[in-house]
């Protein structure tokens, strides 16, 4: 009973976790996008002193949104170690870690992008170029950058871990498949980015960073609906 009452537990969080990332998906990448280019987009980066001139806070939108993404993942990945079968628990853990690893470096992340630096910009001095330069995201050669790609990259091994708990049935292995794809797909974006920073936004870049969005899109959809399917059987709620 108390397995049972576990299991149901964690597969409603499963569900709730990546409902929270398809939400973060989309207000960080499609619609926080689109507010920032209506409202006031930002310029090409030139240096800090013209990134200061040119800000509006609704630029940090897409980061806001971003801190839902974060935590769907950390809810969503919790409940697969839940879920695991015991053979699987060792992979399952080892994915929760490195997707706690993975938080701690996207919310450093993400509270510079809507605190630290609109702190600075908004109060700009010539001293503050520094800080500006080496935290914020609009400058594709920022420290940011590095921590952002890697930061994906550990996610995309939590998810390639976890990958094996899908295997029931067709629509779980889609899910697994996807899992695995992002697993490949952010691990070899890390290591683009160690080779050439800058290039997260260039053309191949940004194509890239709408595939992957459209890829994490699916992931998170297919697993909402393989633990909607094992709900139902389970006679779940």
């Not at 091994?157 to 996807?178: G, H, M, P, Y």
Request: glycine content about 8%.
């Amino acid at each position: 009973m108390q397995t049972s009452v576990r299991t149901t537990s964690a597969l409603r969080a499963g569900i709730w976790g990546a409902a929270l990332t398809v939400a973060g998906i989309l207000l960080s990448g499609p619609i926080g996008l689109l507010a920032v280019t209506i409202v006031h987009p930002s310029p090409p980066w030139l240096d800090a002193a013209s990134y200061a001139q040119f800000f509006h806070p609704i630029q940090t939108a897409p980061f806001f949104g971003g801190f839902f993404l974060v935590g769907g993942y950390v809810v969503m990945i919790a409940a697969l170690y839940e879920l695991a079968d015991e053979q699987q628990k060792t992979n399952a853990l080892i994915a929760v870690t490195f997707t706690a690893i993975f938080a701690t470096l996207i919310f450093f992340n993400y509270i510079n992008q809507t605190t630290f630096i609109p702190a600075l910009v908004q109060g700009y001095r010539p001293e503050y170029d520094s800080a500006i330069s080496t935290f914020s995201l609009a400058n594709p050669l920022s420290l940011c950058w590095a921590i952002e790609m890697w930061g994906y990259a550990l996610l995309g091994v939590a998810t390639w871990l976890t990958a094996s708990i899908f295997n029931r049935n067709r629509i779980e292995k889609i899910t697994a498949a996807l899992m695995i794809a992002n697993g490949v797909v952010s691990i070899v974006g890390g290591i683009v980015t160690a080779w050439n920073l800058g290039w997260v936004l260039t053309t191949p870049g940004v194509v890239s960073y709408v595939g992957w969005n459209a890829l994490v899109l699916a992931l998170s959809i297919f697993v909402i609906l393989s633990l909607r399917k094992r709900q139902t059987v389970a006679g779940g709620a």
